[in-house]
């Protein structure tokens, strides 16, 4: 649906880009980044927004150490099984 996004995507991307620069040795093609963040937002709770206001509030709510610690831990989990497990082609 068009005028509709989801605000964990944002925030999992952050972490995601923020956490594979400290981890040369793990593989960060497109494939593994699109399986990385798909498992770590399958894991936590959509937050869809219609509006930028809407926006403002989720990324002022995502601010928090509990909301930021959440992203974290999901997405370190995905680097972990995913990059032990890679679903690409060599």
Do not use: W
């Not at 005028?3 to 960060?28: F, I, R, W």
């Not at 593994?32 to 926006?55: E, H, I, K, W």
């Not at 680097?79 to 690409?88: E, M």
């Amino acid at each position: 649906m068009d005028g509709l996004k989801n605000m964990m995507e944002e925030a999992v991307e952050y972490q995601l880009d923020k956490v594979l620069a400290t981890m040369p040795n793990v593989c960060s093609c497109e494939e593994c980044r699109l399986d990385m963040a798909s498992f770590a937002l399958n894991r936590l709770p959509a937050q869809y927004v219609r509006t930028d206001a809407g926006a403002l509030f989720q990324k002022l709510n995502n601010s928090s150490q509990q909301a930021e610690v959440e992203v974290l831990t999901a997405v370190m989990s995905a680097i972990n099984i995913i990059s032990a497990h890679p679903n690409h082609h060599k």
